[in-house]
Each structure stands twice: as structure tokens, then as C-alpha cells.
């Protein structure tokens, strides 16, 4: 059994236009609003963030949709 995961490939665009701010998540497959929303809050609190920052474009990625078998 190999521990090699594959980079995740499919983008989830979402963008807060009261900050000009966009936020990518990379993942294994395209997420809910729900789950979306989970990421972007993990990734405000992770930063110890009120709101994010101002004219930027963020990309994280997530094991949302890996099969872990």
C-alpha cells in the first residue's frame, strides 16, 4: 500500500465582494455551499482572522471527496 495521495484537481471558486476577496478550494471532487462555507471559515479561524483580507485571492486544498480505502 502506497501513502502517495494525488494533488486534488478540482477548483470550487468563492468570492466575498464586500472585501474583493476570492477564495479556491482544491479538492477531489466539487463541494457544496455548505461545505464551501466549512472551508472558508476553517481557513479564517486557522489564520485567527474577523473577516479576510482585503483584495486577495486565496487557494487551499482539502481532502473533501479523497477516498481514504
Known sequence: MSD???EPTVKT???DSRY???FIIMAY???SDSEAEIVY???LSA???KHPPKGKTVVVKTLHGYNLE
Open 41 to 43: 471559515k476553517q481557513y
Open 47 to 49: 489564520k485567527h482572522l
Open 4 to 6: 502517495f495521495i494525488p
Open 13 to 15: 471558486f468563492c468570492k
Open 29 to 31: 471532487r466539487k463541494l
Open 20 to 22: 474583493n476577496f476570492k
